[in-house]
Structure formats: C-alpha cells, structure tokens
C-alpha cells in the first residue's frame, strides 16, 4: 500500500516527498516515515560525515576510543570499515528494528561486543555507550540544521526518529545485561547529547589518534589530496567546539568554515527547490560508487586549479597597476 501511495504521488507532483511523508501516522508508522527518509533523502557523501562525526562524538568515552582502536581496522582498513558499516547499517533504516532481519543483525552484533568483551572487559557494561550511538543516529541531521541556521524538523518527523531509535536500543544487551535509560521524546535525545558532550572526559591519545584516522578516511574518500584539509574542515565544522579541543583537531580555519556552511546552505536549498527523486537515492556503495567518487575528486581538482590560477592572474594584475 505504501508504495502505491508513493507511485501515485510521484506520477502527479515533482515535490512529491513532504505530501508523502505528512500523510504517515508517526505513532504507527514510524518505520515507513524513516525508510522514506533514508532511501529519498540520503546521499554517500553526507552519510560518511554522518558516520565519521558519530564515532568521533562516542569515542569522547576514553573507553570507547579503546575499544574502537582495539582491532586497528580504523587505521589500517579505513575505507574497508566504512563500506562494511554502511552495509550493516542498511537493513536497520530500510527495514526497521521491527524486523527479523534487524533483529538478527543487532544480535550478531552484540555477540561480537560480547567477544570483545572478553579481551576489554567493561567496554560495553555502560548504558551510554549504546545511548549516545542511537541517540545520533536521530540528531545528526538535526544538529546540521541548527549549525546552518535552518528550520529544525517538524515534530512528526522527531516523533518518528525517537520510536525508531528507541525500539533500535532495545535490542542491544550490555555486558550484564538489558540496557535502559533511553531519553523519552526527541528533546530528551537532544539534552541528552549535550550533556554527553559537556562531560569532563579527558583528552586521550588513543582518542586523537582514532578521530584523525577516522577523518582521514572521509578526506581520501572524497578529496584529491590538495584538498584535504577541506574534507578535515567539513567534519569539524559540524563538531562542538568542545569535541574539536577534547580530540584536538584544530584549530579551525573560519573563513574556510564560512564558505563551508554557504555551500551546505546552498545544497539545502537546491533540495527544497528542485523536484523530489523518482528513485530511491540510499547509498549501496555498489561498483558505481567508487566511478562516482573519482569523478568528483577530478571535478574538485579541476575546481582547486582554476582557482588558483585566476588568483595568480588577479594577483598579477593587481601588481601591474
């Protein structure tokens, strides 16, 4: 029936999206408000800042920083460690933690935590540290919004996002046992970071060490190594300032960050103007995705020379007078 209404909504409006999604109950369609979301609204690009800026908030915990360095994949499979997150992460968006598949997925994953364990004992024994994970997984696009000065979600669209990720959480077991303490609405999600954000966790090296390696593998992914330090900038714009001291990834360069959120601005408003998607845009990284991502570094190379020769040419100019 679902995908009935989206056809018949697509073939008769070109902003078919938020006419679809209003018409769901988030009380009991939560799932399908999130699956639209995921599968219309995401791209590869804004979800790798998704998943470096997620892991670098958690791993604030000294404890999550060792346990993510515990297998070195982080720093030695880089790019390997992104693909196959996203591949696990994808049943859980477009299928719903109501699912046998999502079921199963979760509870492989807390059968690794618990092997882990074994060599980390304690690493997976802290209600927070499957809290703040789902809690971001929620907030992230709402944390972007408010750093670009954009109208926040409507509240159907929280309402959603808190179900989804509070019957997510539930599957997850910590070392002695069930997890508790999931925040009740959306608001609570977002006191909630805040508060994680402000702990006085102190600045480890392990934890430095994993938030380069981390943003590393978005720079490599996306940007010709001349631009690097864009990509670095792109992350930690979208960062607390506390985060950024705590893992000492500054400083930060703000006039690079103001054409950053010009440019996120921008994208945001082509996306409210131009017409909605035909077809489901969720990132499978298949072969086609890595043809796509050295076309963009190309495109972003042929960007930074032009640049740089109409500045020498300006410059040139300006001199001669």
């Known amino acids: 029936m679902a995908t009935a209404k989206i056809e018949t909504l697509k073939a008769g409006n070109s902003k078919w999206l938020q006419a679809y999604l209003d018409s769901l ?10 699956r639209t979301l995921a599968n219309y609204t995401l791209n590869e690009f804004v979800l790798n800042i998704s998943y470096v800026s997620n892991f670098i908030l958690v791993i604030q915990e000294p404890l999550g920083s060792e346990a993510l360095v515990h297998t070195e994949k982080v720093f030695d499979r880089k790019q390997e460690r992104f693909v196959d997150s996203v591949r696990y992460f994808t049943p859980w968006f477009l299928d719903g933690p109501s699912s046998e598949r999502v079921r199963k997925s979760v509870s492989s994953l807390n059968n690794t935590h618990m092997r882990l364990a074994k060599r980390l004992p304690g690493r997976w024994d802290n209600d927070d540290d499957f809290i703040m994970p789902c809690v ?13 000065g954009l109208p926040a979600d409507s509240p159907q669209m929280q309402l959603a996002w808190h179900r989804w990720c509070k019957e997510l959480f539930n599957l997850f077991l910590k070392e002695s046992g069930p997890v508790a303490g999931f925040p009740e609405d959306f608001q ?11 702990r006085p966790f102190k600045s480890t090296e392990k934890g430095h060490l994993a938030s380069v390696a981390l943003i590393q593998q978005f720079c490599e992914r996306w ?8 990509g670095h900038e792109i992350i930690i714009t979208f960062l607390p300032d506390r985060t ?41 990284l298949d072969s086609q995705s890595v043809k796509r991502i050295t076309k963009m570094k190309m495109a972003l190379a042929a960007v930074m020379s032009i640049a740089t020769i109409s500045t020498i040419i300006c410059a040139y100019v300006v001199m001669s007078y």
Not at 25 to 34: A, D, F, L, Q
Not at 136 to 148: E, Y
Not at 188 to 198: L, Q, R
Not at 261 to 284: A, C, E, G, I
């Open 25 to 34: 109950n988030p009380e009991t369609e939560w799932e399908e408000i999130i």
């Open 223 to 230: 940007f010709p190594k001349l631009l690097h330090f864009v």
């Open 136 to 148: 971001q997984m929620a907030i992230f696009g709402h944390n972007m919004k408010q750093r670009l």
């Open 244 to 284: 950024v001291e705590r893992h000492r990834l500054g400083p930060r360069k703000k006039w690079l960050g103001f054409f950053i959120l010009l440019m996120f601005r921008v994208m945001f408003w082509l996306q409210s103007v131009l017409p909605d998607p035909k077809q489901p845009s969720y990132p499978h």
């Open 188 to 198: 609570g999600m977002v006191e909630y970071a805040n508060w994680f954000n402000h």
